[in-house]
């Protein structure tokens, strides 16, 4: 939450009633500057007296503690974060409630759709893997009696259950009603009173204070608004005790979790069915030959996609070793503290300021603090990896529903032999092979993250990225086929152990990300870090 829609909103909000019919867009920095400039004579008092209220994190009153299901906010795919307009009976959407279970923090000038993405993976991503997986359940009775046509020769429903498991999985995702309590400002704030709008803005810090958890949609810009800095501080402040939740999520982490799913689906969707139908994989080679093909259609995408998250995600990681109060900025401070009426409003930098000192006792302790706990917060969420692994398990899910229908037959021969094989093959295929495959790309792919001057050779790098590591996932074939014919289910079991002993040991070494700052000129290292480590004094001093 926290910054600027559109620069008219400050002066509408500042007007009243009487010069604004229709109700602007929630700002918070508009808001705490329309206290501000209510006393033209001594904006600075009015200021003082704001920096009390959110101080002292209380309520205005009771009623200003609204919570709105997430499902209204995630409906039509995100339909409130991205309209510019404000619908009358938003705010009838959200309920007084006891406690929010979790306050959304976002910067306005970021990505809508990545945001967007990013709570969906979140919040209905589980729900959607499930539904998918079900969906792929079902369909195999229809194609094994006869109602649906064989994919392939051979009675191979393989196909059948990765397409309609991703068909379910899609509109599980889009459709789906998760009824989590949470705080959005366009919502639980009242838009069509302004002094109803004020009086919630007033009590961001009660409001704060009541979420059990806080979740930080954090893109490039969110560092760099001071209204997001201040709801980050203050849920810290409030919540610095005890064991509520800081949620960080980087926005692009949306996009990049779908894309990795629909090139799995579409790469299980080409080869397994041709591998039960034995009409290519005839051979290894043959094998080998045909799973490269696909990887130089398919797995490109990927790698781009994963290529630029690695990009964005280097260049916030760099904002936070380095953070400094100063930077963020404001709207009121972009408009020189004049709105186009020529009303002169203070600085909302001054309301902000005040209250973190009081606080952390001088802004130095709050920046030491966004330093020693948010970095290593963020290094908690990501799994101190380039990548999530229970979200790449998620990913790559489709690779589970490509094997279903062998499974379902073994079960209806009573193959039990074949069955547990076929079982492990599928476990170790989809927890661990895969896994140690993406583990050796993403230092590939983490080291040629930047972009090429032509898409000729940003695709060569894309295909590279994803082709190096494919030895390895195959050689891992070789060696599970050789145990099999070997030791039957026993050998299974060794493979099976080999390669999780190999995930556990390569995830945590070739997947790690370090949390380095990019490298700057000495000067200007210098001069950064001079600034922060002066007390800042109050804009009012």
Not at 43 to 60: F, H, K, N, Y
Not at 336 to 353: A, F, I, K, T
Not at 448 to 475: E, F, H, I
Request: with cysteine; charged share 20%; hydrophobic share 45%.
């Amino acid at each position: 939450m926290g910054a600027e829609d559109d620069p008219n909103d400050t002066e509408e909000v500042s007007n009243s009633l009487a010069d604004s019919d229709v109700p602007s867009p929630v700002d918070l920095e508009s808001q705490v500057s329309f206290a501000s400039h209510e006393s033209k004579e001594d904006p600075g008092s009015s200021a003082e007296v704001c920096a009390r209220i959110v101080t002292d994190m209380q309520l205005v009153e009771p009623a200003m503690l609204r919570a709105t299901p997430a499902a209204v906010v995630l409906n039509r795919l995100g339909h409130a974060l991205r309209t510019e307009k404000n619908s009358a009976d938003a705010f009838a959407n959200s309920k007084p409630c006891k406690a929010i279970d979790q306050f959304w923090s976002h910067s306005w000038n970021g990505h809508t759709l990545y945001k967007v993405l990013l709570l969906l993976v979140l919040h209905n991503g589980l729900a959607a893997v499930v539904m998918g997986t079900l969906g792929s359940v079902l369909v195999l009775p229809l194609v094994l009696s006869g109602w649906l046509p064989a994919w392939q020769a051979g009675k191979s429903a393989g196909g059948w259950c990765v397409l309609s498991g991703t068909l379910v999985t899609a509109l599980t995702f889009f459709l789906w009603q998760p009824q989590k309590r949470v705080f959005i400002d366009r919502i639980c704030i009242n838009q069509n009173d302004p002094e109803l709008k004020f009086a919630g803005v007033l009590s961001i810090g009660g409001i704060l204070k009541n979420s059990r958890s806080m979740l930080v949609c954090w893109d490039e810009t969110y560092f760099q608004r001071l209204w997001c800095v201040f709801e980050l501080a203050a849920f810290l402040k409030s919540h610095d005790e005890s064991a509520t939740e800081l949620d960080i999520r980087p926005t692009f982490l949306g996009p990049c979790a779908a894309c990795l799913f629909l090139m799995t689906s579409a790469a299980m969707l080409v080869i397994r069915p041709q591998q039960e139908a034995k009409a290519y994989l005839d051979t290894p080679i043959n094998a080998a030959i045909w799973v490269c093909g696909v990887f130089f259609v398919v797995a490109p995408v990927g790698a781009a996609c994963l290529r630029d998250f690695f990009c964005k995600l280097e260049g916030m990681k760099d904002q936070l070793p380095k953070f400094c109060l100063r930077d963020p900025t404001c709207h009121c401070c972009e408009t020189g503290h004049v709105l186009d009426s020529g009303q002169v409003m203070s600085c909302d930098r001054e309301v902000m300021e005040d209250c973190i000192r009081s606080w952390f006792g001088s802004t130095i302790r709050f920046e030491s603090h966004v330093r020693t706990r948010v970095l290593p917060e963020v290094e908690k969420r990501l799994g101190k990896y380039l990548f999530p692994y229970h979200m790449l398990a998620g990913c790559c899910i489709p690779l589970v529903w490509a094997h279903l229908d062998g499974l379902a037959i073994a079960m209806v021969d009573e193959d039990w032999r074949h069955l547990a094989e076929r079982s492990i093959y599928v476990l170790s295929r989809w927890l661990c092979e895969l896994p140690i495959f993406f583990a050796l790309a993403f230092p590939l792919m983490w080291n040629l993250r930047d972009r090429r001057p032509t898409l000729c050779a940003d695709v060569a790098v894309n295909v590279l990225c994803m082709v190096l590591p494919l030895p390895v996932y195959y050689g891992m074939y070789v060696v599970g086929e050789y145990l099999r014919q070997t030791w039957g289910v026993f050998g299974m079991l060794i493979k099976l152990v080999l390669v999780f002993v190999a995930t556990a040991s390569l995830w945590p070494c070739c997947s790690y990300c370090p949390c380095r700052p990019r490298t700057r000129q000495s000067g200007e290292a210098s001069t950064r870090t001079t600034g922060c480590d002066s007390e800042q004094p109050s804009a009012r001093a």
